[in-house]
Protein backbone atom coordinates (compact mmCIF):
# COMPACT_ATOMS: atom_id res chain seq x y z
CA UNK A 1 0.00 0.00 0.00
CA UNK A 2 1.46 3.29 -1.01
CA UNK A 3 1.93 6.30 1.53
CA UNK A 4 -1.23 8.39 -0.10
CA UNK A 5 -3.58 5.54 0.63
CA UNK A 6 -2.04 4.76 3.93
CA UNK A 7 -2.71 8.53 4.85
CA UNK A 8 -6.50 8.59 3.41
CA UNK A 9 -7.12 5.32 5.25
CA UNK A 10 -5.71 7.36 8.13
CA UNK A 11 -7.63 10.37 7.90
CA UNK A 12 -11.14 8.25 7.08
CA UNK A 13 -10.85 6.29 10.21
CA UNK A 14 -11.47 9.46 12.56
CA UNK A 15 -15.05 10.26 10.57
CA UNK A 16 -15.78 11.50 7.14
CA UNK A 17 -13.65 13.79 5.35
CA UNK A 18 -14.23 15.82 2.24
CA UNK A 19 -12.54 15.23 -0.62
CA UNK A 20 -11.22 19.04 -1.28
CA UNK A 21 -9.74 18.22 2.44
CA UNK A 22 -8.27 15.38 1.59
CA UNK A 23 -6.50 16.73 -1.24
CA UNK A 24 -5.37 19.86 0.73
CA UNK A 25 -3.78 17.89 3.29
CA UNK A 26 -2.32 15.37 0.67
CA UNK A 27 -0.87 18.01 -1.49
CA UNK A 28 -2.88 16.20 -4.74
CA UNK A 29 -5.66 16.83 -6.78
CA UNK A 30 -9.51 15.96 -6.04
CA UNK A 31 -9.15 13.28 -9.01
CA UNK A 32 -6.18 11.94 -7.30
CA UNK A 33 -7.98 11.11 -4.32
CA UNK A 34 -10.78 9.64 -6.16
CA UNK A 35 -8.55 7.66 -8.22
CA UNK A 36 -7.08 6.86 -4.45
CA UNK A 37 -10.37 6.23 -2.99
CA UNK A 38 -11.65 3.83 -5.80
CA UNK A 39 -8.03 1.78 -5.88
CA UNK A 40 -9.09 1.12 -1.82
CA UNK A 41 -12.35 -0.09 -2.92
CA UNK A 42 -10.98 -2.63 -5.28
CA UNK A 43 -8.90 -3.85 -2.49
CA UNK A 44 -11.92 -4.26 -0.39
CA UNK A 45 -12.06 -1.50 1.60
CA UNK A 46 -15.73 0.07 2.53
CA UNK A 47 -15.03 3.48 1.75
CA UNK A 48 -19.05 5.03 1.73
CA UNK A 49 -19.55 8.66 0.05
CA UNK A 50 -22.05 11.28 1.86
CA UNK A 51 -23.14 14.43 2.33
CA UNK A 52 -20.04 15.02 4.58
CA UNK A 53 -17.63 13.43 2.41
CA UNK A 54 -15.79 9.90 2.77
CA UNK A 55 -15.85 7.60 5.46
CA UNK A 56 -14.64 4.27 6.07
CA UNK A 57 -17.43 1.25 6.52
CA UNK A 58 -15.23 -1.63 6.53
CA UNK A 59 -11.93 -3.44 6.19
CA UNK A 60 -11.09 -6.60 4.27
CA UNK A 61 -11.12 -9.96 6.11
CA UNK A 62 -7.80 -10.81 5.07
CA UNK A 63 -5.75 -9.81 2.00
CA UNK A 64 -2.40 -7.71 2.07
CA UNK A 65 -3.83 -3.78 1.93
CA UNK A 66 -5.86 -5.30 5.00
CA UNK A 67 -2.97 -6.09 7.08
CA UNK A 68 -0.77 -3.68 6.34
CA UNK A 69 -3.01 -1.00 7.36
CA UNK A 70 -2.47 -0.11 10.98
CA UNK A 71 0.40 -2.11 11.25
CA UNK A 72 3.34 -1.56 13.22
CA UNK A 73 6.13 -2.75 11.29
CA UNK A 74 7.83 -2.15 8.54
CA UNK A 75 6.49 -4.38 6.17
CA UNK A 76 5.17 -4.76 2.69
CA UNK A 77 2.23 -7.90 2.29
CA UNK A 78 2.31 -9.67 -0.84
CA UNK A 79 -1.14 -11.66 -0.53
CA UNK A 80 -2.15 -15.09 -2.28
CA UNK A 81 -5.60 -16.60 -2.72
CA UNK A 82 -3.73 -19.80 -3.53
CA UNK A 83 0.25 -19.76 -4.01
CA UNK A 84 2.52 -23.55 -4.20
CA UNK A 85 4.95 -22.03 -1.83
CA UNK A 86 5.23 -19.05 0.44
CA UNK A 87 8.88 -19.67 0.79
CA UNK A 88 9.55 -20.24 -2.83
CA UNK A 89 8.02 -17.26 -3.61
CA UNK A 90 10.15 -15.20 -1.29
CA UNK A 91 13.24 -16.68 -3.00
CA UNK A 92 11.94 -15.23 -6.63
CA UNK A 93 11.54 -11.69 -4.30
CA UNK A 94 15.05 -12.25 -3.04
CA UNK A 95 16.50 -12.84 -6.55
CA UNK A 96 14.61 -9.70 -7.35
CA UNK A 97 16.64 -7.15 -4.83
CA UNK A 98 13.22 -6.65 -2.54
CA UNK A 99 13.48 -6.57 1.18
CA UNK A 100 10.93 -6.48 4.16
CA UNK A 101 8.18 -8.59 2.40
CA UNK A 102 5.70 -10.54 3.84
CA UNK A 103 4.63 -13.18 1.50
CA UNK A 104 1.01 -14.73 2.86
CA UNK A 105 -1.20 -17.31 1.08
CA UNK A 106 -4.95 -18.27 2.18
CA UNK A 107 -3.33 -21.70 1.42
CA UNK A 108 -0.45 -23.40 0.04
CA UNK A 109 -0.37 -26.33 -2.90
CA UNK A 110 3.05 -27.18 -2.41
CA UNK A 111 3.73 -26.40 1.59
CA UNK A 112 7.35 -28.68 2.71
CA UNK A 113 8.20 -28.61 6.02
CA UNK A 114 12.13 -29.60 7.30
CA UNK A 115 13.73 -32.04 5.17
CA UNK A 116 11.10 -31.70 2.31
CA UNK A 117 8.51 -32.84 4.26
CA UNK A 118 4.75 -32.51 3.19
CA UNK A 119 3.11 -30.04 5.18
CA UNK A 120 -0.59 -29.70 5.15
CA UNK A 121 -1.53 -25.99 4.44
CA UNK A 122 -5.08 -25.58 3.18
CA UNK A 123 -7.53 -22.53 3.48
CA UNK A 124 -7.79 -21.09 6.53
CA UNK A 125 -4.82 -21.19 7.74
CA UNK A 126 -1.77 -19.22 8.22
CA UNK A 127 0.74 -19.02 5.94
CA UNK A 128 3.57 -16.80 5.86
CA UNK A 129 6.85 -15.87 4.63
CA UNK A 130 9.22 -13.22 6.18
CA UNK A 131 12.06 -11.96 3.85
CA UNK A 132 14.78 -9.61 5.02
CA UNK A 133 18.29 -9.09 4.81
CA UNK A 134 20.11 -8.84 8.21
CA UNK A 135 23.37 -7.70 8.43
CA UNK A 136 24.43 -10.03 11.01
CA UNK A 137 27.23 -12.69 10.57
CA UNK A 138 25.61 -15.95 9.35
CA UNK A 139 26.30 -17.73 12.56
CA UNK A 140 23.54 -15.77 14.31
CA UNK A 141 20.82 -16.37 11.65
CA UNK A 142 19.34 -19.08 13.70
CA UNK A 143 18.62 -16.70 16.22
CA UNK A 144 16.15 -15.61 12.99
CA UNK A 145 14.32 -19.09 13.23
CA UNK A 146 13.99 -18.62 17.14
CA UNK A 147 12.39 -15.34 17.03
CA UNK A 148 9.82 -16.70 14.48
CA UNK A 149 9.17 -19.33 17.09
CA UNK A 150 8.78 -16.66 20.28
CA UNK A 151 6.65 -14.70 17.83
CA UNK A 152 4.31 -17.52 16.49
CA UNK A 153 3.88 -18.27 20.64
CA UNK A 154 3.60 -15.16 22.29
CA UNK A 155 0.48 -14.19 19.22
CA UNK A 156 -1.40 -17.41 19.91
CA UNK A 157 -1.33 -17.31 23.72
CA UNK A 158 -3.11 -13.25 23.15
CA UNK A 159 -5.01 -15.05 21.57
CA UNK A 160 -6.00 -17.48 24.16
CA UNK A 161 -3.87 -20.69 23.13
CA UNK A 162 -1.08 -21.96 25.55
CA UNK A 163 1.77 -21.69 22.97
CA UNK A 164 5.30 -23.30 23.93
CA UNK A 165 8.09 -24.00 22.01
CA UNK A 166 9.98 -27.18 21.55
CA UNK A 167 13.40 -26.96 20.15
CA UNK A 168 14.44 -25.46 17.81
CA UNK A 169 11.16 -24.49 15.79
CA UNK A 170 7.64 -26.41 16.67
CA UNK A 171 5.43 -24.43 18.35
CA UNK A 172 3.31 -26.44 19.95
CA UNK A 173 0.43 -27.01 22.98
CA UNK A 174 0.99 -28.51 26.23
CA UNK A 175 -1.60 -31.79 26.58
CA UNK A 176 -2.48 -32.58 29.69
CA UNK A 177 -1.92 -36.08 31.27
CA UNK A 178 -6.04 -36.81 30.95
CA UNK A 179 -6.28 -35.58 27.53
CA UNK A 180 -4.16 -37.24 25.22
CA UNK A 181 -5.96 -38.08 21.49
CA UNK A 182 -4.47 -38.11 18.81
CA UNK A 183 -0.94 -37.64 20.83
CA UNK A 184 1.52 -40.39 19.41
CA UNK A 185 3.42 -41.83 22.18
CA UNK A 186 6.83 -40.43 21.48
CA UNK A 187 5.27 -36.89 22.12
CA UNK A 188 4.49 -38.33 25.14
CA UNK A 189 6.89 -36.99 28.56
CA UNK A 190 5.61 -35.96 31.39
CA UNK A 191 5.33 -32.01 31.25
CA UNK A 192 6.68 -31.88 28.14
CA UNK A 193 3.55 -33.95 26.26
CA UNK A 194 2.40 -31.31 23.40
CA UNK A 195 0.61 -31.23 19.68
CA UNK A 196 1.95 -29.06 17.18
CA UNK A 197 0.35 -26.16 16.44
CA UNK A 198 2.96 -24.41 14.16
CA UNK A 199 6.31 -25.10 12.11
CA UNK A 200 8.92 -23.10 10.77
CA UNK A 201 11.24 -23.39 8.08
CA UNK A 202 14.14 -20.93 7.74
CA UNK A 203 15.90 -20.66 4.19
CA UNK A 204 18.81 -18.17 3.21
CA UNK A 205 21.73 -17.39 0.56
CA UNK A 206 24.95 -15.95 1.70
CA UNK A 207 28.26 -15.66 1.90
CA UNK A 208 31.19 -16.80 4.71
CA UNK A 209 30.81 -13.30 6.48
CA UNK A 210 27.38 -12.31 5.10
CA UNK A 211 23.85 -12.80 4.73
CA UNK A 212 22.89 -12.24 1.08
CA UNK A 213 18.80 -12.47 2.21
CA UNK A 214 16.75 -14.95 4.42
CA UNK A 215 12.96 -16.00 4.70
CA UNK A 216 11.13 -17.55 7.40
CA UNK A 217 8.64 -19.50 6.65
CA UNK A 218 5.54 -19.48 9.27
CA UNK A 219 2.91 -22.46 8.90
CA UNK A 220 0.04 -21.77 11.70
CA UNK A 221 -3.13 -24.03 11.61
CA UNK A 222 -5.36 -21.90 12.27
CA UNK A 223 -9.47 -21.51 11.27
CA UNK A 224 -9.74 -25.67 10.40
CA UNK A 225 -10.86 -28.40 12.67
CA UNK A 226 -8.19 -30.51 14.35
CA UNK A 227 -9.38 -33.36 12.08
CA UNK A 228 -7.73 -31.76 8.73
CA UNK A 229 -4.50 -31.51 10.48
CA UNK A 230 -1.91 -34.93 11.05
CA UNK A 231 -2.41 -37.40 13.96
CA UNK A 232 -0.50 -35.17 16.94
CA UNK A 233 -1.14 -31.40 15.55
CA UNK A 234 -3.74 -29.34 16.72
CA UNK A 235 -5.07 -25.90 15.47
CA UNK A 236 -5.63 -22.78 16.97
CA UNK A 237 -9.55 -23.43 16.80
CA UNK A 238 -8.77 -26.48 18.42
CA UNK A 239 -7.19 -24.99 21.29
CA UNK A 240 -9.90 -21.92 21.42
CA UNK A 241 -12.53 -24.83 21.67
CA UNK A 242 -11.08 -26.87 24.22
CA UNK A 243 -10.70 -23.19 26.38
CA UNK A 244 -14.77 -22.53 25.61
CA UNK A 245 -15.23 -26.21 27.01
CA UNK A 246 -13.33 -25.97 29.91
CA UNK A 247 -10.32 -27.94 28.40
CA UNK A 248 -12.99 -30.90 26.96
CA UNK A 249 -12.51 -31.86 23.54
CA UNK A 250 -16.25 -31.25 21.39
CA UNK A 251 -16.62 -31.68 17.87
CA UNK A 252 -18.01 -28.61 16.12
CA UNK A 253 -20.40 -27.54 13.89
CA UNK A 254 -18.56 -26.57 11.15
CA UNK A 255 -20.48 -23.15 10.41
CA UNK A 256 -19.33 -22.46 13.93
CA UNK A 257 -16.77 -19.74 13.47
CA UNK A 258 -16.67 -18.45 16.94
CA UNK A 259 -14.04 -19.80 18.01
CA UNK A 260 -11.59 -18.78 14.77
CA UNK A 261 -8.74 -16.02 15.23
CA UNK A 262 -9.05 -12.97 13.21
CA UNK A 263 -6.24 -13.61 10.77
CA UNK A 264 -5.51 -10.35 9.85
CA UNK A 265 -4.86 -8.76 13.30
CA UNK A 266 -3.50 -12.08 14.42
CA UNK A 267 -0.72 -11.94 10.98
CA UNK A 268 0.05 -8.28 11.97
CA UNK A 269 0.79 -9.15 15.84
CA UNK A 270 2.88 -11.88 14.44
CA UNK A 271 4.77 -9.90 12.26
CA UNK A 272 4.95 -6.74 15.04
CA UNK A 273 6.61 -9.39 17.30
CA UNK A 274 9.24 -10.67 14.60
CA UNK A 275 10.16 -7.07 13.89
CA UNK A 276 10.46 -6.09 17.79
CA UNK A 277 12.64 -9.03 18.38
CA UNK A 278 14.87 -9.02 14.84
CA UNK A 279 15.92 -5.37 16.20
CA UNK A 280 17.25 -6.44 19.51
CA UNK A 281 18.51 -10.31 18.99
CA UNK A 282 20.06 -10.10 22.58
CA UNK A 283 16.45 -10.39 23.92
CA UNK A 284 15.25 -13.67 21.55
CA UNK A 285 17.29 -16.73 23.42
CA UNK A 286 15.80 -15.12 26.76
CA UNK A 287 12.48 -14.82 24.93
CA UNK A 288 12.72 -17.92 23.83
CA UNK A 289 13.80 -19.84 27.26
CA UNK A 290 10.90 -18.40 28.73
CA UNK A 291 8.53 -20.52 26.34
CA UNK A 292 10.13 -23.72 25.82
CA UNK A 293 9.01 -27.38 26.96
CA UNK A 294 12.10 -28.93 25.63
CA UNK A 295 14.94 -27.31 28.17
CA UNK A 296 14.73 -29.95 31.55
CA UNK A 297 13.21 -32.71 28.91
CA UNK A 298 14.69 -36.14 28.28
CA UNK A 299 15.33 -35.76 24.39
CA UNK A 300 16.30 -37.33 20.95
CA UNK A 301 17.92 -35.69 18.58
CA UNK A 302 18.05 -37.33 14.76
CA UNK A 303 21.26 -35.73 13.44
CA UNK A 304 22.41 -36.87 9.59
CA UNK A 305 25.22 -39.29 10.78
CA UNK A 306 24.61 -39.83 15.04
CA UNK A 307 21.77 -39.89 17.20
CA UNK A 308 22.30 -37.90 20.49
CA UNK A 309 19.77 -38.85 23.33
CA UNK A 310 19.65 -37.41 26.78
CA UNK A 311 19.02 -34.35 28.91
CA UNK A 312 18.40 -31.16 27.06
CA UNK A 313 20.14 -28.96 29.51
CA UNK A 314 20.13 -25.46 27.56
CA UNK A 315 20.45 -23.09 24.79
CA UNK A 316 23.45 -21.56 23.22
CA UNK A 317 23.76 -17.76 22.93
CA UNK A 318 23.53 -18.99 18.57
CA UNK A 319 20.39 -21.04 19.55
CA UNK A 320 21.90 -24.37 19.50
CA UNK A 321 20.84 -27.17 22.21
CA UNK A 322 23.13 -28.52 24.74
CA UNK A 323 22.03 -32.33 25.66
CA UNK A 324 23.45 -34.55 28.31
CA UNK A 325 24.03 -37.34 25.92
CA UNK A 326 23.44 -40.95 27.84
CA UNK A 327 27.17 -42.09 26.44
CA UNK A 328 28.96 -38.94 25.01
CA UNK A 329 28.33 -36.44 27.67
CA UNK A 330 27.67 -33.29 27.04
CA UNK A 331 26.91 -31.96 23.29
CA UNK A 332 25.72 -29.14 21.46
CA UNK A 333 23.76 -29.52 18.17
CA UNK A 334 22.90 -26.77 16.21
CA UNK A 335 20.03 -28.52 14.01
CA UNK A 336 18.51 -31.66 13.96
CA UNK A 337 14.93 -33.35 14.64
CA UNK A 338 14.22 -33.34 18.21
CA UNK A 339 11.61 -35.60 19.81
CA UNK A 340 10.86 -35.52 23.62
CA UNK A 341 11.28 -38.72 25.20
CA UNK A 342 9.71 -40.48 28.53
CA UNK A 343 11.28 -40.53 31.63
CA UNK A 344 14.03 -43.00 32.00
Not at 46 to 72: K, M
Not at 153 to 175: F, L, S, Y
Request: charged share 30%; with cysteine.
Amino acid sequence: MNDTRRSILESLADGPVSGPTLADSLDVSRAAVWKHVEGLREDGFEIESGPNGYSLAGIPAYNGPAIEYGLEAPFSVEYHESIASTNARARELAADGRSDVAVLADEQTGGKGRLNREWSSPSGGIWVSILCRPRVPPARAPLYTLAAAVATARTAREAGVDARIKWPNDVVVPVAGNDLEGVDDEQVSGDGSYRKLSGILTEMEGETDRIQWLAVGIGINANFDASEVPAGSTTLREERRRRANGGRHENGNENESHEDVDRRLFVQRLLEEFHTLRTDLERVVPAWRELTLTIGQRVRVELPDETVVGEALEITEHGGLVVDDDDAGRITVSAGDCTHLRPV
